[in-house]
């Protein structure tokens, strides 16, 4: 599956290179003449995206939903779905938060010793009582 504006490159070059008309480009990669055709008439972004990038870099933590809430505020209402479509082609996303950090991998239990002096510990509470002088 090509998309619309690859399949047009496509066409566009196999004018230019060998010379043959739309049609039999067209007949060749197997694609409609109605796609190559397709003219956008989708009107220029350019304030809102600009507008966007700079409350998304002012309010790190807001999303998609409260970036659209400020810039209704500001006279600039927007579709939310086209809203989230230009949210995302700028690639700005709120920064996910880290999950706590858990002991990997399973405990093994101590080892029960199985004869005299292998484990040794120590007593630093009587320790410390010990090396107090006494008054």
């Not at 047009?8 to 070059?13: E, G, Y």
């Not at 006279?75 to 999950?99: C, D, S």
Request: glycine share 6%.
């Amino acid at each position: 599956m090509v998309r619309p504006a690859a399949s047009r490159r496509t066409v566009a070059h196999l004018r230019a290179t060998f010379g043959v008309s739309e049609r039999r480009a067209c007949s060749v990669l197997k694609v409609h003449r109605r796609t190559i055709r397709y003219r956008s008439r989708r009107p220029d972004d350019g304030a809102l995206r600009r507008r966007l990038r700079e409350l998304a870099s002012a309010r790190r933590r807001f999303g998609c939903r409260r970036l659209g809430c400020l810039l209704a505020r500001e006279g600039m209402a927007v579709n939310h779905k086209k809203l989230q479509r230009i949210y995302r082609e700028e690639g700005l996303a709120v920064r996910r938060r880290r999950g706590r950090k858990r002991a990997l991998g399973t405990r093994a239990p101590m080892n029960v010793p199985q004869g005299l002096n292998q484990r040794w510990s120590l007593d630093f509470v009587s320790d410390a009582f010990s090396a107090c002088p006494r008054s």
